[in-house]
Each structure stands twice: as structure tokens, then as C-alpha cells.
């Protein structure tokens, strides 16, 4: 779980999902039970972007940024939350 931190405050967080593992590009992946598993719901967020192997929502409310992403293929699906490419 790799952190970014600017001074005090953490404005970069990634997670793997092993569980997910393996994914491929090409698969669809369903975001509801991904973005469950950390106890985030989708009524919380907006979608922006969806590819299959690539999903960016905002929080609005939280000033976040939620990106569900495959890497590679064969990579666990990976969850990153970030403040500093909020509206980017």
C-alpha cells in the first residue's frame, strides 16, 4: 500500500486488491463489490471515466479522487484515492 505525503498530510494512497488477483485489461470488472470491499457505496461518488481495465469517480464531498485500475494483465485490481488529482 504504497503512501504519497506532503508534510503532515497524506494526499496519495494506493491498495491492492490480492483477492481480485489475476485481472486482465480486456475483462470488465463490476466497481460496486470492489469499491464495497473498502466500504465506500456508489451513491457517494461520480463516475468520470470507465474503461475496462480503468474506472476514476469522484468524492465530492471529500474533495477525492477514486481510480480502480488492472495494471497489467494478471495484476491484482488496485483502488488508489487522491486528493492532490482531485478534479484533474
Known amino acids: 500500500m504504497p503512501l504519497e505525503a506532503e508534510g503532515n498530510f497524506i494526499s496519495y ?14 475483462q470488465e470488472f463490476d466497481l460496486e463489490p470492489i469499491l464495497g470491499a473498502l466500504r465506500i ?11 475496462t481495465h480503468y474506472h476514476a469517480c469522484y468524492d465530492h464531498r471529500r474533495k477525492l479522487k477514486v481510480g480502480v485500475f488492472c495494471f497489467y494483465d494478471g495484476a491484482p485490481l488496485t483502488v488508489a484515492f487522491s486528493s492532490k488529482y482531485y478534479g484533474v
Open 41 to 51: 457505496g456508489l451513491t457517494e461518488l461520480d463516475l468520470e471515466r470507465k474503461k
Open 13 to 26: 494512497v494506493e491498495v491492492d486488491l490480492k483477492a481480485a488477483a489475476p485481472h486482465s485489461q480486456n
